[in-house]
């Protein structure tokens, strides 16, 4: 047994707390803010067994040039927002060459399809039954041309990953989520997906699962871990070993122990709206680079990607999902004053980072999980515990990638 401290209370971290705790080791979580209360709060709750293939950039000569003139809502960026991570965008965009892509959803796909299974056993022993919802998730096809690229997709993914699909003509669409008021060409329905309608909830659940189980939670600042002999000690907790969970901020964290870290940070934003007869599923509609999730809040309408610095008050991406949203269905006024908005840790090569930090005694890295990190926390933390108790971890997910 050993004392280990965690930092950062998101999906990750706490995922990473709870599986050491079931290995039999003494854990402090350390986060300067309530559990799941940033990037873990924000998503659109999807929890994804169907999202096999990691989000590649898109490379087709129309699509970048959508993007470089400003055009479209999938990717907005502006000067600053792209100097500050140039390189690793560039990485990012080579990476997303077929070759490339396909050797990173191998690994990618098999850890996307633990994850339902790994997160069953945490959500009932949480008693969060009452947030997850296991009925799938919809993607909307409004032209032919898109619904038989959907339908070659769904194909491949039952082949390759055993992925289940239902695709479905508009009619059907319509009898299965009658909020939809337009016709649309068709849609998929991933039926094996889950979907949570509290996403900062459920990783509340799980710290408070954590706590009931014997384990700290540490209201503090981890960005002065230090090494005092041979202990990690950060703000009043000290351990032999630490893992840095701090998702978008982990990078900051790790440059000061010698690993650069070069990460593609994918602002993205939502806002709740007042519905009186909300979808039954999450919804999203690609043509307007948007999901709709029903939660507790109201409709949660979340944006795709931004390469910014500073957030917009008024971000055209979710201006324009609104407007998409309510085309398809009757919302009302926003729930809240403002936006919340936040950074998808994305790494270049499309894969987390999982395992032991080169050069630096007992410190661990678990962050990096790009679009699917509320999906993949408990899954990766299991291959970070094990590796943890002297197991092999998995090659492609180690920090030592980075130092090549
Ligand atoms: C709009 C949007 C939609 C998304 N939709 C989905 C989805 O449907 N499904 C899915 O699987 N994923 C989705 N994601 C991605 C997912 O939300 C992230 O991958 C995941 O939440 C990352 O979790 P994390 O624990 O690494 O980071 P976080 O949840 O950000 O946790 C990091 C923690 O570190 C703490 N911290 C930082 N610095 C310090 C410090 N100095 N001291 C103490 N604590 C510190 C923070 O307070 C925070 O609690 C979406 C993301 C966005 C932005």
């Known amino acids: 047994m050993a004392?280990?401290?965690?930092?950062?209370?998101?999906?990750?971290g706490v995922s990473t707390a709870l599986a050491l705790q079931e290995r039999g080791h003494e854990v402090t979580i350390i986060d300067r803010n309530a559990p799941g209360r940033e990037t873990s709060y924000g998503n659109a709750g999807l929890i994804q067994t169907e999202a096999v293939e990691p989000y590649a950039m898109p490379l087709a000569p129309g699509a970048l040039l959508q993007i470089a003139l400003g055009r479209g809502y999938d990717v907005k960026w502006n000067i600053p927002g792209l100097l500050d991570q140039a390189w690793a965008v560039l990485a990012y965009a080579r990476n997303s060459l077929p070759a490339a892509h396909k050797r990173a959803s191998h690994v990618w796909g098999k850890l996307i399809r633990?994850?339902?299974?790994?997160?069953?056993?945490?959500?009932a022993a949480a008693g969060a039954d009452n947030i997850i919802r296991r009925n799938g998730y919809i993607e909307l096809h409004r032209t032919p041309a898109l619904m038989d690229k959907a339908l070659a997709?769904?194909?491949?993914?039952?082949?390759?990953?055993?992925v289940e699909a239902v695709l479905l003509d508009g009619k059907q669409l319509r009898t299965l989520e009658p909020s939809v008021k337009i016709e649309v060409t068709g849609a998929t329905h991933w039926s094996d997906s889950w979907n949570c309608s509290d996403p900062g909830g459920l990783v509340a659940a799980y710290a408070a699962l954590f706590q009931k189980r014997g384990g700290r939670i540490l209201n503090g600042d981890a960005g002065d871990l230090h090494r005092k002999g041979a202990a990690?000690?950060?703000?009043?907790a000290e351990g032999e070993h630490a893992v840095v969970?701090?998702?978008p901020w982990s990078p900051m964290m790790l440059a000061r122990y010698g690993l650069k870290v070069p990460m593609v940070y994918k602002r993205g934003y939502h806002r709740h709206y007042h519905m009186e007869t909300p979808p039954h599923h999450p919804i999203a509609d690609f043509a307007n680079s948007m999901v709709t999730s029903p939660m507790r809040r109201g409709l949660r309408i979340a944006t795709a990607a931004e390469l910014t610095r500073h957030p917009r008050l008024v971000p055209p991406q979710l201006k324009h999902a609104e407007e998409g949203a309510r085309e398809l269905f009757d919302i009302g006024d926003p729930v809240e004053a403002e936006p919340w908005t936040g950074r998808r840790p994305c790494m270049p090569d499309m894969l987390p980072v999982v395992g032991r930090v080169p050069e630096q005694p007992n410190l661990w890295?678990?962050?990096?999980?790009?679009?699917?990190?509320?999906?993949?926390g408990p899954v990766t933390a299991e291959i970070l515990a094990d590796e943890?108790?002297?197991g092999e971890g998995w090659a492609a997910l180690k920090p030592d990638r980075l130092k090549r």
């Open 388 to 390: 943890m108790d002297g």
């Open 153 to 162: 997709a769904a194909e491949r993914f039952k082949t390759e990953f055993g």
């Open 365 to 376: 890295a678990h962050f990096g999980h790009g679009h699917q990190g509320f999906t993949l």
């Open 114 to 123: 633990q994850s339902t299974e790994r997160h069953a056993p945490l959500v």
């Open 3 to 12: 004392e280990i401290l965690v930092l950062g209370a998101g999906m990750i």
């Open 245 to 247: 969970a701090l998702g």
């Open 232 to 236: 990690w000690v950060a703000d009043e």
